[in-house]
């Protein structure tokens, strides 16, 4: 049973713009704090930014100002603007429960910066 879905990664020059989407099922979206995180190969998986259920956002110093987290009740979606990207935030974005919750975790989606 699919219950996180993710999308809109892709191959974005330095100072360019992607929006990530994730769809989750409505159980999952309607009880935790929702987050993105993101995975490059060899490093620690981060929690870049999260959002509660009433709309309280938080983000990783590193990407404060930059990226934007919101979500859709109709839609159960959470969606990650990012914006001014740079070739360090390359990596493989997942979107799962805050805190982590390795049963909720989907197949992610590679965001690569480079000109």
């Known amino acids: 049973q699919v219950q996180l879905v993710e999308s809109g990664g892709g191959l974005v020059q330095p100072g360019g713009s992607l929006r990530l989407s994730c769809a989750a099922s409505r159980v999952i979206y309607s009880i935790y704090p929702m987050g993105w995180y993101r995975q490059a190969p060899g490093k620690q998986r981060e929690l870049v930014a999260s959002?509660?259920?009433?709309?309280?956002?938080d983000y990783a110093e590193s990407v404060k100002g930059r990226f934007t987290i919101s979500r859709d009740n109709a839609r159960s979606t959470v969606y990650l603007q990012m914006n001014s990207l740079k070739p360090e935030d390359t990596a493989v974005y997942h979107c799962?429960?805050?805190?982590?919750?390795?049963?909720?975790w989907g197949q992610g989606t590679q965001v690569t910066v480079s000109s």
């Open positions: 799962s429960t805050v805190p982590y919750r390795p049963e909720y």
């Open positions: 959002v509660t259920r009433v709309g309280v956002t």
